[in-house]
């Protein structure tokens, strides 16, 4: 009896789980991707904002991002393996917002060790409750707990797993975050850049840095990536930053010359609204923290 009702127990929280339904989407014969809405986290979406990418080794895949949730990565995983059933060989964590990283736990659990660079150490704040567990529907954020990686690097990395050979690439100075990592996949030329590449909806630079940013781009540019995956929108093309990199270039104009002026930054901010980009999705509440943040980056050239 007390088996029996275990039995029932363990069915009934097995339903209970928050299944996201997540759709791969085949980028080239070894990556696929789950590709996030262009919106902020709400209890619709559950914190389905986000791309995270598995990459296929031969004898396992390497996961690139774990999303916004233990129950997010379990739907990726149980996706992936109606695909192709293999094992996990290895998670990487590209940067430390909590929307790429907080399934982490549920591929620890399952033994799977977790890269990340040093970054976390110093930037992930574990002592705050993280953003999703604040805003998505605590059955989606249910079984996720705030998991660092298990392993850390600090400088550009290859790493042979399966039948591939990863190419981990630092951005060399602050771009998004203090420390952006991507993984390029040489052998069938897609670039995951991350937080590095936004499309859909406008990217974020608080916490990062408009000349950094636009640097790190002219260097991703010379892998020649065929493909390119953001770490939120859709387009995966080969030239799926140029959203990105169009709506930088002109604002750091824009503000350069505000400076030149001697506007002030409410000023500034006023001026430069760059108004084709009311059309994206989070214009409001993002652009004007970009301006602002960027104002306090750039007038430091004219001193
Ligand atoms: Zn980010």
Redesign the pocket.
């Known amino acids: 009896m007390r088996r029996l009702l275990g039995t029932l127990f363990f069915i009934v929280t097995s339903l209970s789980a928050y299944d996201y339904a997540l759709k791969p989407v085949r980028i080239t014969s070894d990556v696929t991707c789950f590709i996030g809405l262009p919106e902020v986290m709400n209890t619709t979406n559950n914190g389905n904002i986000t791309n995270n990418c598995y990459i296929d080794a031969g004898d396992g895949y390497v996961v690139v991002d774990t999303g916004p949730s233990y129950a997010y990565a379990a739907s990726a995983y149980k996706a992936m393996q109606r695909i192709k059933p293999l094992p996990v060989k290895l998670v990487i964590n590209t ?1 430390i ?1 909590d929307d ?1 990283w907080l399934g982490n736990n549920f591929y620890t659990q399952m033994g799977v060790r977790v890269l990340g660079s040093d970054d976390f150490k110093v930037s992930a704040d574990m002592s705050t409750p993280a953003r999703m567990q604040t805003y998505i529907s605590p059955n989606a954020y249910a079984q996720s707990v705030p998991t660092m990686p298990t392993d850390f690097i600090s400088t550009d990395t290859n790493l042979s797993i399966g039948n591939q050979t990863l190419h981990l690439i630092f951005a060399k100075q602050k771009a ?2 203090l420390k952006d990592m991507v993984v390029y996949v040489p052998k069938s030329k897609v670039l995951i850049a991350a ?1 590095l590449v936004f499309n859909d909806r406008l990217p974020s630079v608080r916490g990062g840095d408009i000349n950094g940013w636009l640097s790190t781009l002219d260097d991703l540019d010379k892998l020649g990536a065929e493909h390119v995956v953001g ?1 939120h929108g859709y387009r995966t093309d080969k030239n799926a930053a140029q959203m990105t990199r169009e709506y930088f270039m002109q604002m750091r104009a824009e503000i350069r010359a505000a400076i030149a002026d001697g506007l002030g930054i409410d000023e500034t901010v006023k001026k430069v609204s760059m108004d084709t980009y009311k059309k994206y999705k989070l214009y409001e509440g993002t652009h004007r923290q970009n301006v602002e943040t960027s104002y306090r980056t750039l007038e430091w050239e004219q001193q």
């Open positions: 940067h917002h790429h998004h975050t937080d770490g």
